[in-house]
């Protein structure tokens, strides 16, 4: 009786048929059950397999394959006929055993680890809703948190008012603002183009984010016409010899327009002096962009907030809460002291299709046309959800423990034998060389610091092999390889 039942079904659905170019447009396109279960049954190896390992010290940091294996092993090929659901979630296994476990205890590679689990559901939910943040009438909800959250983050740095907009990466961030402080100093460039502006100079430190050149380049400013500013020996950029620079390209007929200081630098975590550079960018009426891309979360505690004094003089500043706060990549702002629609006017192309503007409600509340992007992720909610759970004490308190950490790995590296400090972090950044015990009683030379040169990327490829832990290593300023140790998981544990 339920077969010749499920029959008619059938037959009476081929009669319905809606067909048009061979498509049977009202017939079903995809099962929803079997997506559902799958969904479910890939969440729980989510679960079992990243979030509950998230703090076992006893798992691997990475499962190291070599490309060609790895190629092998996870089967990329895409075919003409779709895979199995029990073969797929074989795939999730699979793509979560050989991915470096980035929450892992001992992940110290970088300038983000851990998981922060508000910020994760917060994931979770903006990829099921799968909204784009350009206008109100598609994504209320994250407009207004986005407004809610920038706000907040104008008060720590300590602007009356400002603006600001999230975008995919503090490198983008940085590249906004070098474009913001051309658009400021010359605005007929965004209808007129380059073609008859006198040589733009911008001036940052030898120890700057590598993506002020790319933005540079990006922009038609060109490389050559980045100005770098030496350092002093903890890598703070020294403000008498940016006022030299910028007397210097000003003597060329260049003509200057943008400083950007950096207040925690990626290798050595240094803060630039941000008063005494604000003076020499009012004297000569230079935009001055910091980029806190690394260190800007140490505004949110009392103790360390020290570190960014002079940053509420800056004309805008990049601030990812994804690093030190842990809000989950990409979570990147670009804020700015200027309200009065600065960044609208600059980057605005008032797409009729989008911003139209007799709409029914208030038009204001579509922020979509200060973004170079159209579609636009709701990174802040991240940050918001993450936020509303801590509260401001919570956050204070993940950076405190961070830099508290940094201190007493300082200190314990000073009592082992065969480890030897750059220098005292102020951030951190822990750098060192770890000394084998065959370099040990070598006499400090040439030879010495050549054969040195050598054992990081050995002693980091056997890490990673073993899966044990990720560090990062790196040459610096004439320094031969060393390690630099980033501690901010809530995950790691002192010992």
Not at 160 to 185: C, Q
Not at 316 to 323: D, E, G, L, R, Y
Not at 363 to 385: E, H, M
Request: net charge positive; with cysteine.
């Amino acid at each position: 009786m339920e077969a010749s039942t499920c029959k008619q079904d059938v037959l009476q659905r081929k009669k319905n048929a809606v067909l048009v170019d061979g498509v049977i447009l009202n017939g079903p396109i995809t099962d929803s059950k079997a997506g559902e279960k799958f969904v479910e049954e890939a969440c729980k190896i989510i679960m079992e397999e990243i979030i509950q390992k998230a703090d076992d010290v006893t798992e691997k940091v990475c499962e190291w394959r070599d490309p060609e294996t790895l190629k092998k092993i996870l089967d990329l090929e895409m075919r003409d006929t779709g895979e199995s659901h029990q073969k797929l979630l074989q795939l999730c296994q699979d793509v979560i055993q050989y991915s470096v476990k980035t929450n892992h205890p001992r992940f110290f590679n970088q300038l983000y680890a851990g998981i922060d689990y508000y910020s994760l559901v917060a994931r979770f939910i903006t990829e099921a809703l799968n909204p784009s943040v350009y206008t109100y009438e598609v994504s209320p909800v994250f407009l207004l948190v986005e407004e809610a959250v920038i706000k907040k983050m104008i008060e720590f740095i300590g602007w009356e008012e400002g603006d600001g907009i999230f975008n995919p990466g503090g490198s983008v961030s940085n590249m906004y603002a070098m474009n913001l402080a051309r658009y400021k100093f010359c605005p007929e460039i965004k209808e007129k183009g380059l073609s008859g502006l006198p040589r733009l100079v911008l001036f940052t430190s030898e120890e700057c984010h590598y993506s002020m050149k790319k933005a540079a380049s990006f922009l038609g400013i060109g490389t050559e016409n980045v100005y770098f500013v030496k350092t002093d020996e903890r890598g703070k950029m020294i403000p008498e010899e940016l006022e030299k620079q910028v007397q210097r390209a000003r003597k060329e007929g260049s003509a200057p327009f943008l400083v950007c200081a950096t207040a925690g630098t990626t290798v050595l975590g240094a803060f630039d002096p941000l008063d005494k550079i604000a003076d020499i960018c009012e004297k000569y009426d230079l935009w001055l962009h910091v980029d806190a891309s690394w260190g800007g979360s140490a505004l949110i505690s009392r103790k360390h907030r020290r570190l960014l004094r002079g940053i509420q003089r800056a004309d805008s500043v990049a601030w990812n809460p994804h690093k030190m706060l842990l809000a989950g990549i990409q979570c990147c702002a670009l804020l700015v002291k200027d309200n009065s629609g600065l960044l609208k006017k600059c980057y605005s192309a008032k797409a009729a299709y989008l911003f139209q503007q007799d709409k029914f409600y208030d038009v204001s509340y579509d922020t979509g046309d200060k973004s170079i992007q159209c579609s636009r992720r709701p990174d802040a909610f991240k940050f918001w959800l993450m936020w509303k759970a801590l509260g401001t004490t919570g956050l204070e308190e993940r950076v405190n423990r961070a830099l508290a950490l940094a201190r007493y790995l300082v200190e314990e590296i000073k009592k082992r034998e065969g480890f030897q400090l750059l220098l005292e972090p102020e951030y951190a950044n822990v750098c060192f060389w770890y000394i084998p015990p065959s370099l040990r009683k070598m006499e400090d030379g040439p030879e010495f610091w050549q054969k040195l040169h050598r054992v990081a990327p050995v002693v980091k490829e056997r890490m990673m092999k073993k899966g044990s832990m990720m560090l990062g290593y790196q040459p610096n300023q004439g320094k031969v390889n060393f390690f630099r140790q980033v501690v901010i998981s809530p995950q790691t544990p002192p010992r």
